[in-house]
């Protein structure tokens, strides 16, 4: 090969390069602004490089930025919690949802039991008004 072709092959591996650089950081800068997590999988979705590329080119770059992603937090009606990728946040909900599910199931069963003992409350008061009418009038004889 002439030295004009492997400088414009160079020269093309080296713009190719530089546009993958590009396409990362402005990946990382979006989901920063996202206020998303930053993960491989993520970046290299927005990117449109290989997890591989960012492994062997970004690895410590972006392990720091999930670090620091990861220990910035964020306040939420008032508490503050740290921040979390997306998949933590669908567990988080999936917990939360399934509490929920069951803190619904023990308030229902908790309406009834008290609706039950209301009704036996009313019974009793029935008996003891009627024993106390009895008294009454053995009493009064």
């Given at each position: 090969?002439?030295?004009?072709?492997?400088?414009?092959?160079?020269?093309?591996?080296?713009?190719?390069?530089?546009?993958?650089?590009?396409?990362?950081?402005?990946?990382?800068?979006?989901?920063?602004?996202?206020?998303?997590?930053?993960?491989?999988?993520?970046?290299?979705?927005?990117?449109?490089?290989?997890?591989?590329?960012?492994?062997?080119?970004?690895?410590?770059?972006?392990?720091?930025?999930?670090?620091?992603?990861?220990?910035?937090?964020?306040?939420?009606?008032?508490?503050?919690?740290?921040?979390?990728?997306?998949?933590?946040?669908?567990?988080i909900e999936a917990v939360?949802?399934?509490?929920?599910?069951?803190?619904?199931?023990?308030?229902?069963?908790?309406?009834?039991?008290?609706?039950?003992?209301?009704?036996?409350?009313?019974?009793?008061?029935?008996?003891?008004?009627?024993?106390?009418?009895n008294w009454i009038s053995?009493?009064?004889?």
């Amino acid at each position: 090969m002439s030295d004009k072709a492997t400088e414009g092959l160079a020269k093309a591996r080296e713009e190719r390069s530089l546009r993958k650089r590009r396409a990362v950081e402005e990946a990382i800068a979006t989901l920063k602004e996202r206020n998303e997590a930053i993960t491989f999988k993520d970046i290299a979705a927005l990117a449109g490089v290989s997890r591989q590329y960012l492994y062997n080119n970004f690895k410590e770059s972006i392990s720091v930025e999930r670090d620091n992603a990861r220990s910035s937090s964020s306040e939420i009606d008032g508490v503050t919690v740290p921040s979390r990728t997306p998949e933590e946040y669908r567990h988080i909900e999936a917990v939360l949802r399934n509490k929920v599910d069951r803190l619904k199931q023990d308030l229902s069963s908790i309406r009834k039991e008290n609706s039950r003992l209301k009704q036996e409350l009313e019974k009793e008061r029935g008996r003891s008004e009627h024993f106390r009418k009895n008294w009454i009038s053995a009493s009064s004889r």
